[in-house]
Nanobody
Framework: QVQLVESGGGLVQAGGSLRLSCAVSGGTFSNYAMGWFRQAPGKEREFVTTISGRGITYYADSVKGRFTISRDNAKNTVYLQANSLKPEDTAVYYC?????????????????WGQGTQVTVSS
């Protein structure tokens, strides 16, 4: 059974930074494509960024240049460094995993999900 546990969310002022972590247990982490998604109140879950097992990355336009995804295969952990945060980045952030090669922007492509961590950016 694959389990994902996010951490690192919190309250931050606009312009600030947070680093989210997602620890993965079960399966072979280095084979997983990993993604970060977010969902704001009253809105649909949206893609943020993804990273392949080999480190290929892709970002939503809304976060490009501000957010960075990375992974440490030795620690079975994926990170999301979020800089220059804006109030519109406020959401519950979820990490997700699937066992296939490549990068994926659709939430339907992911098999496993974490419970989410709240990020709140005040103006």
């Amino acid at each position: 059974q694959v389990q994902l546990v996010e951490s690192g969310g919190g309250l931050v002022q606009a312009g600030g930074s947070l680093r989210l972590s997602c620890a993965v247990s079960g399966g072979t982490f280095s084979n997983y494509a990993m993604g970060w998604f977010r969902q704001a109140p009253g809105k649909e879950r949206e893609f943020v960024t993804t990273i392949s097992g080999r480190g290929i990355t892709y970002y939503a336009d809304s976060v490009k240049g501000r957010f960075t995804i990375s992974r440490d295969n030795a620690k079975n952990t994926v990170y999301l460094q979020a800089n220059s945060l804006k109030p519109e980045d406020t959401a519950v952030y979820y990490c997700a995993a699937n066992g296939r090669r490549g990068i994926y922007t659709s939430s339907g492509a992911y098999d496993y999900w974490g419970q989410g961590t709240q990020v709140t950016v005040s103006s």
